[in-house]
């Protein structure tokens, strides 16, 4: 077995609750806070893994949802796990599914066995529990795994709040029940999906719990204790950034947060801008996912140091400066804003795959800035300075 995954803080900012440490996984060591991209169907859209690993990405996001119906778990496996299977040597984090089950189209119905959802592919149906969850990720073989939970909508009632915060916390029970017994060898990793033990590439994955209960405060302890009581090798804050406001979703984060254990990582699922990066940070947030860089760079809106610029606009049209004039990325200092507005204007595909690499670069430059904040006690000061704005 290569070393269990492990989590080690190695600097805390003197003012603020932000933390810097090493995420210690089978497919190496990743520096935190870190923001992981999306690589939804084992691909980040509009750039390749050779850019992906010269910007410095050591984590990806893969969405299980998507592999699970396409290509099939159990391909990627046959080909060698998600990692050979992409061509990714680093660590990948997979989500459980829950969330896009529930968000695409609405094909889902959960019970307390799990998710019965359509295929938004084909309409086929099918079946997924918090055991299968494990199985499923297990099989592709990521290294972190999440469990299966359920993700409302901004507003849900409080009654349904309480609903899906104690429905993961009983699914949170049966997939650590479950994930430790396939670790001990007392349980075949298969349900109903079937997939077979995972394959004998050595590895240690890790199983992140999920804390949901909405901007109910009272639901978030209640349900962060929970988790904490069944004991996760790191934590995530589900069920945020779904429309709430940002004040409210920085305070429940903040709040959530102060409930979880110092010691293990905090994952803020599906967060978010720059500017939300640097404020959970300081609430003492270590990992964060996305798609907004890439999402926007194929919608022709980049992340500059000045903000958010839609190159579309007319008035780049004759513009020879780069996208960022102090951005040190390798699109900014061979293009013009005026070349990549043409190239979005005549719909080419370097567009996206030009703007992809540079939103990217502009959001890995912002976690090494707060990370280097940390690391020297000065995020106070950085925050500040970052909420002033440009
Ligand atoms: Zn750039």
Not at 55 to 82: D, F, I, K, S, W
């Amino acid at each position: 077995m290569s070393s269990p995954f492990r989590f080690e803080i190695v600097a805390r900012d003197p003012n603020t609750r932000a933390r810097a440490g090493l995420l210690h996984t089978p497919h190496g060591v990743i520096e935190t806070p870190v923001f992981m991209p999306v690589g939804t169907a084992a691909t980040v859209k509009a750039i390749d893994q050779d850019a992906l690993e010269e910007l410095g990405v050591r984590l990806l996001l893969a969405n299980t949802y998507h592999l699970y119906l396409r290509p099939g778990h159990e391909t990627v496996q046959q080909l060698g796990g998600l990692h050979r299977f992409m061509g990714w040597p680093h660590a990948i984090l997979t989500d459980s599914g829950g969330f896009q089950i529930m968000s695409l189209q609405g094909l889902g119905k959960v019970t307390e066995e799990g998710f019965h959802f359509r295929s938004h592919l084909d309409g086929s149906t099918h079946f997924l529990s918090p055991e299968d969850a494990v199985n499923v990720q297990l099989s592709l073989g990521a290294d972190i795994i999440m469990m299966l939970d359920q993700c409302l909508a901004y507003p849900a009632t409080e009654e349904a709040t309480r609903r899906a915060a104690r429905l993961t916390v009983r699914w949170a029970r049966r997939a650590r029940q479950h994930f430790d017994r396939i670790q001990t060898g007392d349980a075949p990793a298969s349900v109903s999906t079937g997939p077979r033990r995972p394959n004998s590439e050595p590895r240690a994955p890790a199983l992140f719990g999920i804390v949901q209960g909405g901007v109910d405060r009272e639901l978030r302890r209640e349900a962060a204790e929970q988790m904490v009581e069944l004991g996760f090798e790191g934590y995530a804050i589900g069920g945020l950034a779904v429309g709430e406001p940002k004040e409210v979703m920085y305070e429940i984060a903040e709040f959530t947060a102060s409930h979880l254990p110092e010691e293990r990582p905090r994952y803020l699922m599906g967060v978010g801008t720059p500017a939300d990066l640097v404020e959970c940070a300081a609430r003492g947030v270590d990992m964060f996912d996305c798609v907004l860089p890439t999402r926007n760079a194929r919608n022709a809106c980049l992340f500059t140091s000045q903000g958010r610029i839609s190159i579309r606009n007319a008035r780049y049209a004759c513009d020879p400066s780069p996208v960022d004039p102090t951005c040190l990325c390798r699109v900014c200092r061979r293009y013009s804003r005026g070349y990549l507005r043409h190239l979005f204007t005549a719909r080419e595909v370097l567009a996206a795959m030009l703007a992809t690499y540079h939103n990217l670069y502009f959001y890995l430059d912002t976690m090494m800035k707060i990370r280097q904040a940390i690391c020297s006690g000065e995020y106070g000061t950085y925050w500040s300075r970052v909420r002033t704005g440009p």
